[in-house]
C-alpha cells in the first residue's frame, strides 16, 4: 500500500493571535485560491481544518467550498476564543479547550461544528485543535460528535511553556516514540500526529528517536545539558515536516527518512494565515511566501518522486488504511 501524503491546514482569521482583537479580519482566506491552485497543479489535496468564524465569512466559505468542489476536505478548528459561548476567560486570552468547564467546552465544539455543517453541508469528521489542545475529555466529545480522525498531536514538542488563560500547553515529547508517522486508536478516533523524526550525525528515524525518546523529555539540568549539546552540535535534531520551520533541504531529508522508516502517513500542516502576505508571522512579505511556496513544492515533489507516496485528504488516507494501521 503507497503512503498517504496528507496536507492539513489550520484555516483561521489574520488576527485572531492578537490580544483583544474585537474585529477578525479575513484577507489570508478570501485569498486561498492560489494556494488552492497551487496544490492543484502539484496533484495534492488538502484538508482545510476550520475554525468557527471562518465558517460564518460568507467569502471565506464561498472560496473553501470551491476547494471542496474539486476534492480538498473540510474539517474542524476549534479556537475556542473566537467561538461561542463566550466567557470573562475569552477577553484579551487564547485559553486551552481544557480551561473551561465541561458544559462551556462542550458548546463551544458543538457551536464549531454546527457553523462548519451549516457552511458546507456536510458534518467534518477530521479535527485538529486550537494551540494543539487536546485531553480525554475532547476525544470523547470529538467522537460523541461524530468526529472520526484527529491530528493535534506533535511528536516530541512541549508547549508548556505557551500558556493559556492559566494553564501549560500539552506535552507531547513522550510521543516520540521511535516510529515513523503513523496513525494509531486514540479513544473512539483515529489519532494521525503531525510528522516529525530526527535527523543528525548520532542516527535518524528510529534511532534518533529512541534517542531522543530517552533525554529529551527529562527535565533535570543533566539532561538539559546533552539536549542542547545534541541539538546545537547536529547529533540528533528533532525535525518537525512544516514548511518555514527548517531549512528546505533538512524538510526534504526529513520527509524522505520517513518514507525510509516506513511511514504510513506523512502529515504536513500550515495556517492559511501563512499562505498570504502580512497575515501571519512567518510570512510578512510576498518573498516569505513564496518560500512556503517553495518548501511545500521541494517536499510534495521528492515524496512523490519515491513512487511510493499517494497525496490523500485526511479521511482518504485513513479510510483507505484504517483496517491496517497499528493499534495501540
Known sequence: MNISLVLTIDTEPDNQWSRGARELTFANTRGLRRFIDFLRRLGAPATYLTSYTVARDPESVRVLREAAAGGDEIGGHLHAWETPPFTAAD??????????????RLAKLCAMTAAVEDAFGVHP???????????EIEVRNLAELGYRFDTSVVPGHDFGPSRGFSHPGPDFRRQLDGTPTRPYRLGELWEVPVSVTTLGGLGSGRLGAALARTVFPRRDTAARAVTKMMRTSGLCRMIWVRPLR????DLVRAALSLVRQGASVINIMTHSSECYPGTGPATRSEDDVGRLYGDFEAIITALKATGKVMPHTLSEALTARSHLVKQR
Open 125 to 135: 469528521v477530521s479535527y485538529r485543535a486550537g494551540r494543539w489542545g487536546l485531553d
Open 91 to 104: 477577553e484579551g486570552a487564547h485559553p486551552y479547550i481544557y480551561e473551561y468547564d465541561a458544559d462551556v
Open 246 to 249: 527548517h531549512s528546505r533541504s
